[in-house]
């Protein structure tokens, strides 16, 4: 146990540091959003799970819906699994789990420890996921000049499709990864690398698209980046807006003659962004995140909106709960992981909003001051009120 909550601290340490200071916006919106706080629901409890394992959710909660009107969920995490979700939005957490990574040392597997970090439905039925590979080169010998986490954290995406005979996401080993910088996980050794926890995928005409951070390296500056991916192409092809305007693969550069892509960061947001949802009524995308404010430098939750996913206002407040980085002996509860789902959304990726979106979060028991290992999977409802 006590190595695991070293390992959480570590990570949670790492995320705060991804997260940078943003101005946020005071001025006039035509669009805001209200959380309802005091209507919290608790749709799952570690402490009470009837699963052996005690499925922890380690990342924001997605969710898709299949042709016959069900609705499964999906909790991400080290062990990530599915949840079946009834009409009024309570989860039924299967026990066996639907991802996982198999620590494979040999980093070109990109296989190492996997968090479910998106998942779709195309057209055709047939179900996908972006997998969230962390290859930990500390743990593998030979493979890192240092010796801890953080300093030989290098991450890629990769792709995985549902298999309905095993019941569980299998990683495309043709195509991988989907993403990863292009430079190899030995190089640029000291701090974590690559390209971290991309948000759900949303449909915009011919396109899917997607927010993901990187940390930079060599020559790719550190930021938020957009991908997309013509819907008549396979799952896995992802191409990244790079700096001429041109979409490209992000991927390793096998061929040193070979022109190297970059791709392109965004303004005015900031990593790792957790959701990104179309509404409608006001034909706006609003992305939702964690950051810090510059003026205070107080860790709240944020949202920015665009009209065209490429082009973002300064980010506003949406909330100031608790979050997982607070330093308040007074928490019961700390909050990270936010993401929005609307059930009665007509989309089958339920990648917009319509009468009734729910920010979920999961939720962080704190101990003596501390966050333990013990989370839960909580919803709020969400009032847009368009100007």
């Not at 070293?6 to 705060?16: A, C, E, K, Q």
Request: aromatic share 12%.
């Amino acid at each position: 146990m006590k190595n695991q909550l070293n390992t959480l601290r570590i990570r949670i340490g790492v995320l705060f540091a991804l997260i940078l200071p943003v101005s946020v916006s005071t001025y006039a919106v035509e669009l805001t959003l209200k959380l309802k706080e005091e209507m919290a629901e608790i749709l799952y409890e570690q402490n009470i799970s009837n699963c052996p394992n005690k499925p922890s959710p380690d990342g924001p909660f997605r969710a898709i819906r299949h042709s016959d009107g069900s609705v499964i969920g999906y909790l991400p995490g080290k062990f990530s699994f599915s949840a079946e979700v009834s009409s009024g939005g309570a989860i039924d957490v299967n026990c066996r789990p639907v991802m996982k990574g198999d620590h494979i040392s040999d980093p070109d597997a990109h296989n190492d420890r996997v968090w479910l970090a998106s998942a779709w439905i195309d057209d055709d039925d047939s179900i996908h996921a972006l997998g969230h590979n962390e290859y930990h080169a500390h743990s593998h010998p030979t493979k890192c000049r240092f010796s801890s986490y953080l300093e030989c954290w290098y991450n890629t995406i990769t792709h995985y499709r549902w298999d309905t005979n095993s019941k569980t996401f299998a990683l495309n080993k043709d195509n991988k990864p989907v993403i990863s910088p292009y430079f190899d996980q030995s190089e640029y050794q000291g701090r974590h690398r690559g390209f971290f926890n991309p948000t759900n995928v949303i449909s915009s005409g011919d396109y899917y698209y997607f927010l993901i951070e990187t940390t930079g390296g060599g020559k790719q500056p550190r930021g938020v980046c957009i991908f997309r991916r013509n819907k008549d192409d396979p799952p896995w092809d992802w191409k990244a807006l790079t700096l001429d305007g041109s979409f490209s693969r992000l991927t390793l550069r096998l061929d040193p003659s070979l022109p190297t892509a970059i791709c392109k960061t965004i303004a005015n947001l900031q990593g790792p962004i957790t959701s990104i949802f179309h509404d409608p009524t006001s034909d706006k995308f609003v992305s939702i995140f964690v950051g810090r404010t510059e003026e205070t430098k107080e860790s709240v939750i944020l949202y920015a909106v665009s009209k065209d996913l490429f082009n973002w206002e300064k980010p506003r407040i949406l909330s100031r709960l608790p979050l997982m980085w607070s330093k308040s002996c007074s928490d019961e509860y700390r909050f990270a992981y936010p993401s929005v789902i609307d059930y009665t959304s007509s989309s089958r990726n339920l990648d917009s909003i319509a009468s009734a979106p729910f920010l979920y979060l999961t939720r962080f028991h704190v101990e003596n001051c501390r966050l333990s290992e013990t989370r839960d999977l909580i919803r709020l409802p969400l009032h847009l009120n368009i100007q």
